[in-house]
């Protein structure tokens, strides 16, 4: 499927080591990078939270403590995100309630500005709950 995009979007998956927006840490990044001519990029990382990754989040994502030894940490793939995401639009499944705002406080964290005004943020799920 072709899409007519004006500016590039990136889909963007989360796992992290909780719920917290606030406090909890990107643990893995994926992100699915759809160009203006339907190009693709994929890029998945995966991310050393600086805090342990509690059991039960653990065993909803898979993702242990001993799978991000030698991993580089948020800060220092930020700067790589930042220029792989670019001036994209935004899109994910409970994007704009979580993977977004976490994304934003992570850049944060790393000293890097991550301005979200400019871009269209796409939340599947809401376009699902409206379609059923």
Known sequence: ??????????????????????SDRIVEICILKINTDNT???KTLRVNPGIPIPEASSK?????????????????????LLVFIGNSDIAGYNSNKMDVPLLVEEFLRAEIEFDISSRRLIDVQNIFHIME
Do not use: C, W
Not at 66 to 73: E, L, V
């Open 1 to 22: 499927m072709n899409l007519n995009l004006t500016r590039p979007i990136v889909f963007i998956d989360l796992e992290t080591t909780g719920v917290n927006v606030a």
């Open 60 to 80: 909803f994502h898979g993702i242990y403590d001993k799978d991000i030894k030698g991993s580089p940490t948020f800060k220092e793939l930020a700067p790589q």
């Open 40 to 42: 693709r990029e994929v």
